[in-house]
């Protein structure tokens, strides 16, 4: 399978028909497969970058998933597709409406990406998170926000 026709799978199952036009979504869909690959393999690295966890291989392939594509790429099966899609489905539960909040995935995969090497306390995270992206403080609510974050990747594991 092409990387196109899985990325486009994964979307499906969550309820995403990708589209690259808003730059809100293309912080989503990075977001989006950042998380997923801590417990399901889709072949990605990312750096840090300006919005967080980012990678450039990942931004190529989501601009070549056309209408067609997403359509044709509803009907396959992975190898394990059960368990796949089961994982898929609690993903997209556990978010619930912050699945498609850029924001909220922002600061949650960004998270995650300075707490991976490490276990860190909240205090600790946020103050690495707030000196990295100083952009994120003139969020209304910020404090709130990381500090749901936060709760979500412990409920995440």
């Known amino acids: 399978m092409a990387k196109e026709q899985i990325l486009s799978k994964v979307f499906g199952i969550l309820g995403i028909e990708p589209d690259m036009d808003p730059f809100e979504n ?3 869909y990075q977001k989006i497969v950042y998380l ?3 417990s399901l393999s889709l072949g990605y690295g990312f ?6 966890p980012y990678s450039p291989h990942l931004t190529r392939v989501l601009f070549d998933i056309d209408p067609d594509t997403y359509s044709e790429s509803q ?3 992975f190898n ?3 368990k796949i899609e089961h994982l898929l489905i609690e993903f997209k539960e556990k978010l619930g409406d912050k699945l498609k909040d850029p924001e909220y995935l922002e600061v949650l995969a960004s998270l ?3 707490n991976k090497e490490r276990a860190s306390e909240l205090p600790d995270l946020e103050e690495r998170l707030l000196s990295l992206k100083p952009n994120l403080s003139e969020i ?3 404090k709130g926000i990381i500090k749901d ?3 979500k990747l412990l409920e995440f594991n």
């Open 112 to 114: 995650h990406y300075l």
């Open 47 to 52: 750096t840090w970058y300006v919005r967080g």
């Open 140 to 142: 209304d609510g910020i």
């Open 26 to 28: 293309r912080i989503l």
């Open 36 to 38: 997923l690959q801590s």
């Open 80 to 82: 394990n597709h059960e």
């Open 75 to 77: 009907d396959l099966n």
């Open 149 to 151: 974050a936060y709760e």
